[in-house]
């Protein structure tokens, strides 16, 4: 069964950037659709971004069009999310998630219910 773990989270000062990685265990991210959501407790999740893996179709919200990029490496192992001019606002738990595609799909359309895997979680505080 694929197990996404997260890392790279942490403390920064508004304007700075990070990266984080959600890397795959036991098998590949091909034909997936892998995404970002991010969560504030006593609010909803949020969905940030996210990519088909088999042909680069890509997602941003309109929360952080502009200043948050996802990749993937070659061997689709691992999944980033580089984040610039990060605002307190963007303080959360960050998730990523992923849902194996059998029919090209654009990833924009896949709501967060239907992501059958997830992994634990980063936090990202912003703040001076």
């Known amino acids: 069964q694929l197990q996404l773990v997260e890392s790279g989270g942490g403390s920064v000062q508004p304007g700075e950037s990070l990266r984080l990685s959600c890397v795959a265990s036991?098998?590949?991210?091909?034909?997936?659709?892998v995404a970002w959501f991010r969560q504030v407790p006593g609010k909803e999740r949020e969905k940030l971004s996210c990519?088909?893996?088999?042909?680069?179709?890509?997602y941003y919200s309109e929360s952080v069009k502009g200043r948050f990029t996802m990749s993937a490496d070659g061997a689709k192992t691992t999944v980033y999310l580089h984040m610039d001019y990060l605002e307190p606002e963007d303080t959360a738990i960050y998730y990523c998630?992923?849902?194996?595609?059998?029919?090209?799909?654009?990833?924009?359309?896949?709501?967060?219910?239907?992501?059958?895997?997830w992994g634990q979680g980063t936090q990202i505080t912003v703040s001076s």
């Open positions: 990519m088909s893996t088999s042909d680069g179709d890509t």
């Open positions: 998630a992923a849902l194996r595609l059998d029919t090209q799909t654009r990833c924009a359309v896949i709501s967060e219910y239907e992501y059958d895997t």
């Open positions: 036991k098998f590949t991210l091909n034909y997936y659709s």
